[in-house]
């Protein structure tokens, strides 16, 4: 093998060495751009995952009993904007009710339709929607699953 030869050679895996070393680079980046979008979601959802809202059953001062809305904010920051979705009859037009703004640590009441007392079990989670202090719009279902709405 001639010296020209040995060099070709060295300087096929110096380029195959140099397109490996690019190829793992850019994977390498890539993932790290995977995960932070992952953290930034996961801050981003920080806030909201902290919003429940529930119907119970409470006692009125003089006695009588009543369905109520609750709205808790367990996170650090305020909540804007909040509603709850009101389901609709037949051909009614969707109603929510809106209660604004909900303090960092606190829990808001609200009556519900005194007509839902007849169908009344237990405490259940109801629909929410919300502004988070980004000004990100959430919604969180009967179920409890949370999303970003449009």
Do not use: C
């Not at 809106?98 to 169908?119: H, K, M």
């Amino acid at each position: 093998m001639d010296s020209d030869a040995i060099s070709a050679l060295a300087d096929s895996f110096g380029a195959v060495g140099t397109v490996g070393a690019f190829l793992v680079g850019f994977l390498l980046l890539r993932r790290e751009h995977r995960r932070e979008a992952e953290r930034a979601d996961d801050e981003r959802r920080s806030q909201a995952e902290r919003i429940s809202a529930w119907i119970e059953l409470t006692r009125k001062l003089d006695g009588g009993r009543e369905l109520a809305f609750h709205i808790h904010n367990a996170s650090a920051m305020p909540i804007y904007e909040v509603e709850l979705p009101l389901p609709s009859r037949g051909d009614q037009k969707p109603d929510s009710e809106f209660v604004g703004l909900v303090p960092p640590g606190q829990t808001i009441q609200r009556s519900a339709p005194a007509e839902w007392l007849r169908s009344y079990v237990e405490p259940e989670p109801v629909q929410i929607e919300f502004l988070d202090s980004a000004g990100r719009r959430w919604s969180r279902d009967e179920q409890g699953a949370l999303s970003r709405a449009e």
